[in-house]
């Protein structure tokens, strides 16, 4: 009797776990509200072909991007190759900055001083004067003193022709396509060619170093005197669109670099910020207006006018914004219901008219969301893609969702129910009275066997 109830409970402990493991199981089937326009493949939301200005640009090749996302906002033969001139030191600058430390001093050598051909800017830097980098990276690009990058070049690659290598394996990391330079501060070589495109890639990069943007920006520069050269040096930067006395004067611009030669033209990359829009022009190859005007600064300022007037930085989505509303099913029944909300906002540059409406999405979730689940927990992404350019934000929990055990308690209850049936048929008083039964009988045969045998007994006796 004992061990018929032993292994009833045994029975009864299995089902319970057996119970408890298949409803985990079931756990694992997602629970959403489907929407089927939540569930796009991820479409590349193309927001118009690049725009032809209507004003007439002076310059050979020419281009506006948004600094941030590099997106081409208005162009003209941006991929034509042409002569760059100065604007060659933004490269050479930017390796400096991180091949070296701010304040290293660099010795001047002689082949340095002398490689610079007559009609080039220099700053009068003699053989053996020292200098630390910073103070270079500011007569470099502020008064574009050419002998300053070949002092880089030889200190970094030892040799000019190593330094022009490793400025062309930096340009096409930066994704230059049409590109070649010889030398690290744009001397007249026809070998040393690039274009708007490729350059205003170098730029964007460029700005996004806080050492480059802080000189680019200055208006001059002061150089303490040296054991070769007694006395203080000045240079005031040549960009006219930073001198609030020159008649080109912009006030959002913030640099970056001239160029001229004879052979390039006048060259100019400019940066300029408004109403957090930060736009990159390249003008290579500019002329003078039908006015007698500069090309290269009348281009930009056109150009910066006419990225501000019709490009806007517009919120996407908005940090907390409901994307999907689920209904935990394991959950109790106060926290049951689930808000997926964004992580983070997503803005970008768009025309002004733009609807951000027409944007599609793509919503990607785990495929099992379960209670528990914390206040904040990632639960998937949302992806935008514009232009060519992806944006993503995390999918987060609102709200704390606490885990039912209702559904188990009831069903330990339900099966605690029936094994207790069983156990009571089994020693309920039919069965008792049954089992009495058969006992009285099989001890009956045995009194009569009995009984035979002393009858056998006494008779042998006798």
Do not use: W
């Not at 009833?8 to 997602?30: D, M, W």
């Not at 430390?101 to 082949?111: C, E, G, K, R, V």
């Not at 009984?451 to 042998?460: P, T």
């Amino acid at each position: 009797m004992k061990k018929k109830i032993l292994i009833i409970l045994l029975i009864f402990i299995s089902l319970i776990n057996i119970y408890n493991i298949s409803f985990a199981e079931e756990n694992l089937t997602l629970i959403t509200n489907d929407n089927s326009s939540n569930n796009l493949n991820i479409t590349n939301n193309t927001i118009s072909d690049v725009p032809e200005p209507n004003f007439q640009i002076y310059s050979e090749g020419a281009i506006l991007i948004d600094s941030k996302t590099g997106n081409i906002l208005a162009q003209k033969d941006m991929d034509k190759q042409l002569y760059p001139a100065s604007i060659t030191k933004v490269l050479t600058a930017i390796i400096a900055i991180e091949k070296l430390n701010l304040d290293d001093i660099l010795t001047a050598s002689y082949s340095a001083v002398m490689s610079i051909p007559s009609g080039y800017s220099n700053a009068g830097i003699k053989e053996g004067e020292q200098f630390t980098v910073i103070d270079l990276l500011d007569m470099f690009l502020i008064h574009s003193a050419n002998e300053i990058g070949y002092i880089f070049a030889e200190h970094i690659s030892g040799s000019i022709s190593e330094f022009a290598n490793l400025m062309n394996q930096k340009a096409t990391e930066l994704g230059c396509k049409n590109t070649h330079f010889t030398n690290p501060s744009g001397i007249q070589d026809t070998e040393h060619y690039t274009t708007a495109y490729d350059m205003a890639q170098i730029t964007k990069y460029c700005m996004k170093n806080e050492t480059f943007r802080n000189i680019v920006c200055k208006t001059s520069c002061k150089i303490a005197p040296t054991a070769l050269y007694p006395e203080e040096r000045y240079f005031k930067n040549t960009n006219s669109l930073l001198d609030p006395s020159n008649r080109y004067y912009y006030e959002y611009a913030i640099g970056v670099k001239t160029g001229f030669t004879s052979q390039a033209k006048n060259c100019f990359i400019g940066c300029s910020v408004k109403d957090g829009v930060e736009l990159i022009v390249v003008l290579m190859g500019a002329e003078a207006t039908e006015t007698g005007l500069s090309g290269r600064y009348t281009d930009a300022i056109n150009l910066f006018n006419y990225g501000f007037e019709n490009y806007i930085n517009k919120t996407v989505l908005n940090a907390n914004t409901v994307i999907q509303e689920l209904e935990i099913k394991n959950a109790t029944k106060e926290t049951k219901n689930l808000n997926i909300i964004a992580k983070n906002s997503i803005s970008t540059l768009l025309p002004t008219n733009y609807d951000i409406e027409n944007l599609q999405y793509t919503i990607e979730l785990k495929e099992s969301i379960t209670a528990p689940i914390a206040k904040d927990s990632v639960l998937g992404k949302i992806t935008y893609n514009i232009d060519g350019i992806t944006y993503t934000s995390d999918l987060i929990a609102n709200n704390d969702v606490i885990k039912s055990n209702t559904i188990i308690i009831i069903a330990q209850i339900t099966l605690a129910i029936i094994v207790l049936i069983i156990l009571a048929k089994i020693i309920s008083p039919k069965n008792h009275k049954k089992n009495k039964k058969k006992n009285n009988k099989k001890l009956k045969i045995k009194i009569k066997d009995y009984n035979d045998y002393n009858s056998i007994y006494k008779f042998k006796i006798d």
